[in-house]
């Protein structure tokens, strides 16, 4: 089915294609032959189609480019701000404790011997 759908659109762009090198070649002066004229109408088409695609990557790059970097650094920044709750981590280069760790630890600890 995709392959139908592939050969519609490659048939459709060859069409709408053909069209527009036959308009631009139709503003050329008519002492220019017609095949020279489509010939240098499809070129000059080709180039601003490439043109725009390279630019619109480029676009597409920088901007990705960008927010990688963007969060790059916000993960630099935030590094000390680890999850909170219950998630088991078993990092060892993260081995001190805040305060607010050791309370809850301290709370948790008091609740247990209280059920015992």
């Known amino acids: 089915m995709s392959l139908r759908c592939f050969d519609i659109v ?3 762009v060859y069409k709408v294609g053909k069209d527009g090198i036959e308009a631009g070649a139709s503003l050329v002066p008519e002492s220019i032959p017609r095949p020279i004229a ?3 109408v499809g070129l000059i088409g080709a180039t601003v189609a490439l043109f725009l695609l390279k630019s619109l990557l480029s676009t597409v790059f920088f901007v990705l480019a960008t927010m990688g970097l963007i969060y790059s650094a916000f993960i630099a920044l935030n590094k000390d701000e680890g999850p909170k709750g219950g998630g088991s981590t078993t990092d060892s280069s993260n081995s001190t404790t805040t305060s607010t760790d050791e309370e ?5 600890r008091r609740i247990m011997e209280k059920y015992k």
């Open 10 to 12: 490659v048939q459709t």
């Open 38 to 40: 489509r010939i240098s």
């Open 104 to 108: 809850s630890l301290e709370e948790a």
